[in-house]
C-alpha cells in the first residue's frame, strides 16, 4: 500500500485551464473519493493519477517517489473503469489473470492470486464463464478482481456503479466497502453521486471548476461546509437556501429578518460590517419539524408532496417565492395547497455571506457536530 501526494497539480489542454493547483494529501490504506458535479475535473485528475494524462505543472508522488513521467504500468497502481473493459471472448479466469500473464507471473503464483481474489469476490463458480454470461454487478467483480490479483499499492475507481441498476449500486457499494475493510487497500474513487461519497468515504475531496472547494470526513462535509457549494452538494435532498437580512449582531449571536416577517436569532459570529447585509440561510430538510416552534420558524403553500413510506417530502412555496424541502413522516397528512409551518433549531442553520462562504458557527450543539 501507499501514501499518495498531489502537489500544485494543473492541466491544461492549449489555453483552456481544466485544473488549477490541486494540492492533496492520501494516506495509506485511506478511502478517498472525489465528488462534484460533471465537468469539475475529478475524472482527468483521476486519469493524472493513473498515468493516463500528463501533468502540465505540478508533481504527483507515490510512497514518496514523484512519478510524473512514469508510465501507468510503472506506478503501482491499478484501475477500474466504468465500462468494465473486459475482453469478451475470454472466461472470468483469463480475464482477471490476463494482466499478470503480460507480466510474465509465475503459473502457480498466477492461479494462486486469481483463485484467491475470485474467493474475495465471490467469483469462485464463474470463473469459466465469459462477460456476455455475466450480470452488470458479476463483470463489475471481475473487473475490481482483475485489479486486485496486480496487488497495486493504489486502486483508482472511474465511477464503477454508474452503469448498474439501483438495487445493483447498493450491493455492489457495500461489496466495495466490504474489500477496502478486508484489503485495508489506498483507494481512489470517482463518482458524481454524492450518496456513494458519504457511504463508502474516509474523506471526500469535493470539486468544482477544477479546484477543491473542501476536503473533509462525510460529517465534517456535512454539518460544517465551508462553502455554499458544497452545503448544496453534500446531502440528499440538497440543503434549502433562502435569503435573509441581516439586521443586528452581537458577540457570538446575529438576528436575521426572515422570509415573510418576523426575526431569528442564530449562533454565528458575524462582523458587525454585516449589518443590513443579505445573506443566504441554509437548512437541511431533516432538520425542519412541521407544526412545532423552533428558533427558525418557515411557513408557506405545499405545491408537492412525496410518499416514500418511511417518510414524506413536502415542496412549500414561502412567501418570498422560494421553494424549500421539508421532510415530515411517513404518515403525514400534508396536501397540495394547504399551508404548513415548520421550524428548526437555530445549531441546525448555516449561513453564507455573499461570496459564498460560511460564517462560523459558535458553540455548535453536539447532534450538529461532525462525527469523526
Do not use: W
Not at 408532496?305 to 418570498?320: F, I, M, P
Request: glycine share 8%; net charge negative.
Amino acid at each position: 500500500m501507499a501514501d499518495l501526494k498531489l502537489d500544485q497539480i494543473c492541466k491544461s489542454y492549449g489555453a483552456v485551464d481544466v485544473l488549477h493547483g490541486i494540492d492533496l494529501d492520501v494516506k495509506d490504506g485511506e478511502f478517498v473519493v472525489f465528488v462534484g458535479p460533471s465537468g469539475c475535473g475529478k475524472s482527468t485528475l483521476l486519469r493524472i493519477i493513473a498515468g493516463l494524462e500528463d501533468i502540465t505543472s505540478g508533481d504527483l508522488m507515490i510512497d514518496g517517489d514523484v512519478v510524473n513521467t512514469k508510465t501507468p504500468k510503472d506506478r503501482g497502481i491499478a484501475m477500474v473503469f466504468q465500462s468494465y473493459a473486459l475482453y469478451p471472448h475470454m472466461t472470468v479466469y483469463k480475464n482477471m489473470a490476463f494482466g499478470l500473464k503480460l507480466a510474465k507471473t509465475d503459473k502457480a503464483a498466477l492461479d494462486q492470486r486469481v483463485r484467491a481474489a475470485a474467493s474475495t469476490l465471490q467469483l469462485d463458480s464463474l470463473l469459466d464463464r465469459r462477460p456476455s454470461e455475466l450480470s452488470g454487478g458479476q463483470r463489475q467483480r471481475v473487473a475490481i478482481g482483475r485489479a486486485i490479483v496486480r496487488e497495486p499499492k493504489v486502486f483508482l475507481f472511474d465511477e464503477p456503479l454508474s452503469n448498474l441498476d439501483a438495487a445493483l449500486r447498493v450491493q455492489t457499494r457495500i461489496e466495495i466497502a466490504k474489500l477496502h475493510q478486508k484489503l485495508k487497500s489506498t483507494i481512489v474513487y470517482v463518482t458524481h453521486d454524492q450518496i456513494e461519497a458519504m457511504t463508502l468515504a474516509d474523506k471526500i475531496v469535493v470539486m468544482n471548476a477544477g479546484k477543491v472547494e473542501q476536503v473533509g470526513s462525510p460529517m465534517t462535509l456535512y454539518h460544517h461546509p465551508k462553502t455554499r457549494f458544497v452545503a448544496g452538494f453534500i446531502g440528499s435532498p440538497a440543503m434549502n437556501f433562502t435569503r435573509v437580512k441581516i439586521i443586528a449582531t452581537a458577540d457570538e449571536t446575529v438576528t436575521v429578518e426572515m422570509p415573510g416577517g418576523g426575526t431569528a436569532i442564530l449562533p454565528f459570529a458575524v462582523p458587525a460590517g454585516q449589518v443590513g447585509n443579505d445573506v443566504e440561510l441554509g437548512i437541511r430538510p431533516e432538520h425542519l419539524e412541521l407544526n412545532r416552534a423552533g428558533d427558525l420558524p418557515v411557513s408557506g403553500e405545499v405545491e408537492v408532496v412525496e410518499k416514500l413510506g418511511d417518510s414524506t417530502y413536502l415542496y412549500v412555496r414561502l412567501h418570498n417565492g422560494d421553494l424549500v424541502t421539508l421532510r415530515a413522516p411517513g404518515h403525514s397528512r400534508a396536501k397540495i395547497g394547504e399551508t404548513v409551518v415548520a421550524a428548526a433549531d437555530g445549531g441546525a442553520a448555516h449561513l453564507f455571506d455573499a461570496n459564498g462562504q460560511t460564517f462560523a458557527k459558535v458553540n455548535c450543539p453536539a447532534q450538529y457536530s461532525a462525527d469523526e
